[in-house]
T-cell receptor, first 114, second 117 residues
Framework: DTGVSQDPRHKITKRGQNVTFRCDPI?????LYWYRQTLGQGPEFLTY????????KSRLLSDRFSAERPKGSFSTLEIQRTEQGDSAMYLC????????????FGPGTRLLVL | AQKVTQAQTEISVVEKEDVTLDCVYE???????LFWYKQPPSGELVFLIR??????QNEISGRYSWNFQKSTSSFNFTITASQVVDSAVYFC??????????????FGGGTRLMVKP
């Protein structure tokens, strides 16, 4: 069973540029989550998809952030006009809806904004 | 609001010592789920265990064991006979069952475990 994959693994960008990250969930997992983790902290929830519908967004997700999951498969997270404060690890997780739901995480995309 | 506290930010032990990582949580929900994840230096979060709030049985898996106590809102994790490969950051997390739109996880701040040879 292939795990969650994320691309790219590392991204360095200049302040003001746009960046896009991709997440491929475990096949047949209908739920997909994005989290952000800054250095020395635990991950924080950003947004959640059930199939193709984005059902929940954290207040951490400013207007510069947008996420999509077309066709309910892979997801993209775009950050527009990046700021230095956006530097973090962006983690994607997927799960199968059900009583024993457990989120499985990808390797993350580490973003550095210069 | 839900909250997870891992008071130990860093623990250092010598190989073969036993070590316990503490986790205390807060929730107003009566049905919830608790998790432990391991984050090695590579960065990927590895799932270790899930516990439902209505199941207070302790669990043992090899050198790992978990002690869930609802009365003290704690879900502690013990590694017996620690090994260097156990060195990682360990996260405790909570999700509440009342949410009908997914089960977002609330994480603690993590405990960095260093096992020295």
């Amino acid at each position: 069973d292939t795990g969650v994959s994320q691309d790219p693994r590392h991204k360095i960008t200049k302040r003001g540029q746009n960046v896009t990250f991709r997440c491929d969930p475990i096949s047949e997992h209908n739920r997909l989550y994005w989290y952000r983790q800054t250095l020395g902290q635990g991950p924080e929830f950003l947004t959640y998809f059930q199939n193709e519908a984005q059902l929940e967004k954290s207040r951490l997700l400013s207007d510069r952030f947008s996420a999509e999951r077309p066709k309910g498969s892979f997801s993209t997270l775009e950050i527009q006009r990046t700021e230095q404060g956006d530097s973090a690890m962006y983690l994607c997780a997927s799960s199968r809806e059900g009583q024993q739901e457990t989120q499985y995480f990808g390797p993350g995309t580490r973003l550095l904004v210069l | 609001a839900q909250k997870v506290t891992q008071a130990q930010t860093e623990i250092s032990v010598v190989e073969k010592e036993d070590v316990t990582l503490d986790c205390v949580y807060e929730t107003r929900d009566t049905t919830y789920y608790l998790f432990w994840y391991k984050q090695p230096p590579s960065g990927e979060l590895v799932f270790l265990i899930r516990r439902n709030s209505f199941d207070e049985q302790n669990e043992i898996s090899g050198r790992y064991s978990w002690n869930f106590q609802k009365s003290t809102s704690s879900f502690n994790f013990t590694i017996t006979a620690s090994q260097v490969v156990d060195s990682a950051v360990y996260f405790c997390a909570l999700s509440e069952a009342y949410r009908d739109a997914g089960n977002m996880l609330t994480f603690g701040g993590g405990t960095r475990l260093m096992v020295k040879p």
